[in-house]
């Protein structure tokens, strides 16, 4: 048998080297499939090729090396002591105890979003396509959830968002209900109750069985809640400002915010207080009052028995540049006596005592004659005297005060009279 034998290769002779053809494997079996069947399998590793988890009802595959999926305890596990969750993939703990690249913000500790060096918060991920928004965005969407994006209500003619892992809002009936019988309130996150029936953390005070403000273990009662930031005030902020109601928290109404009787506007007044829409648009439907308001009943009974009252009308300070509008209920005037009528629903039993005394002070700044002031409680919080007979007692009390005036019998610069308080 002949024998060829190599030739030799010289020095400056180039030599093509061929690659050992890699094997391609088979795809998976399961219909639509294209990915690549698992070694020893006839399916990709999602359709159930390769070792499974041997947890029981869990289809997932197992993590290399062991015989359980990540979530079952397959998979290196986080090295902070007491913690049972999978370390991130090359670090040596999870996500919450700093495994993963974190944001590259300064002082900020949170993870970064994949694909980025910042978390969501300071501009990690994808953003809002609508202009000027940087909201970031649901998985699979452009814009954020106000703006569109993510899953919408499957109830007719509703755009607002779905609740994750339902097709409806809340309010048509997506997430977690209450489990108390006949309640469909959404249950608190974290409990299997509503608000109203002992869902999420309650007050610390004790005998209080109210919710404690979030971030806060007691209610806004017991000093849960961001506090007032005027000195010496203790009242709960308004929401979203540093001050109470009484020092200016809150929305304030357009026509009167420079007063210093200044009132917290009302969405159903498009933003305006409910006094000063209905004098400023008495023609809007929204300003007529109920024909069962204390109030106008007590208008209506002085208008039968008296002349000339001026009814909620806000009184000037004609005589120098200061500030004060204060309104009286029913107010009339008489030889340099003013007879002004309050009807003070529930007594005011939530009106602070000082700016009712400082109230009296810019009413006399206004006018300085003599005074006499008729407050009248309407309502049986302090009384169970019938309204009717009330009313009576009232037309009574301001005839006798028109004849002491009259008779010049008011000797005292400011009288209080209260009725039925």
Not at 32 to 56: I, L, M, Q
Request: charged share 35%; hydrophobic share 20%; net charge negative.
């Amino acid at each position: 048998m002949e024998l060829k034998l190599c030739e030799a290769i010289r020095p400056d002779q180039e030599v093509e080297v061929k690659k050992p053809r890699k094997r391609k494997r088979p795809e998976c079996t399961k219909e639509n499939c294209t990915t690549p069947a698992v070694s020893g399998y006839d399916r990709c590793s999602r359709h159930g090729g390769g070792v499974r988890c041997t947890d029981e009802t869990c289809t997932k595959g197992a993590r290399s090396g062991y015989d359980r999926c990540r979530r079952h305890g397959g998979g290196p596990r986080c090295d902070e002591e007491t913690c049972t969750k999978s370390a991130v993939d090359g670090y040596d703990r999870c996500i919450e105890h700093g495994g993963g690249p974190r944001c590259a913000e300064e002082t900020c500790t949170k993870s970064a979003i994949n694909g980025y060096d910042r978390c969501i918060e300071h501009g990690g991920g994808l953003r809002c396509a609508e202009e000027t928004c940087n909201t970031s965005v649901p998985g699979g969407y452009d814009r954020c959830k106000k703006h569109g994006g993510g899953l919408r209500c499957a109830e007719q003619d509703c755009n607002t968002s779905a609740v994750s892992g339902y097709d409806r809002c809340v309010e048509h009936g997506g997430g977690l209900r209450c489990v108390e019988q006949d309640c469909n309130t959404s249950a608190v996150s974290g409990y299997d109750r509503c608000v109203e029936h002992g869902g999420g953390l309650r007050c610390v005070e004790q005998d209080c069985t109210k919710n404690a403000r979030s971030g806060y273990d007691r209610c806004s009662r017991h000093g849960g809640g961001p506090r007032c930031a005027e000195q010496d005030c203790n009242t709960s902020a308004s929401s979203g400002y540093d001050r109470c109601v009484k020092h200016g928290g809150g929305p304030r109404c357009p026509n009167c915010i420079d007063w210093i009787d200044s009132r917290v506007g009302n969405t159903k007044y498009d933003g305006w207080c409910a006094t000063c829409f209905k004098d400023t648009f008495p023609n809007d439907p929204r300003s007529k009052i109920s024909s069962t308001s204390r109030e106008l009943l007590v208008r209506r009974r002085i208008n039968e028995e008296f002349d000339d009252f001026t009814h909620d009308r806000t009184m000037y300070t004609g005589h120098c540049d200061c500030t004060h509008r204060r309104r009286i209920d029913h107010r009339k005037i008489i030889n340099n006596t003013m007879i002004a009528v309050e009807t003070d629903e529930f007594a005011h039993r939530g009106y602070d005592k000082e700016d009712e005394i400082v109230r009296y002070d810019d009413l006399y700044m206004i006018f300085s004659g003599k005074w006499i002031y008729i407050r009248f409680n309407p309502d049986d919080n302090r009384s169970k005297v019938d309204f009717e007979d009330k009313l009576e007692t009232l037309i009574d009390t301001i005839h006798d005060c028109i004849d002491k005036i009259e008779n010049e019998e008011n000797d005292e610069l400011v009288e209080i009279l209260k009725l039925f308080y």
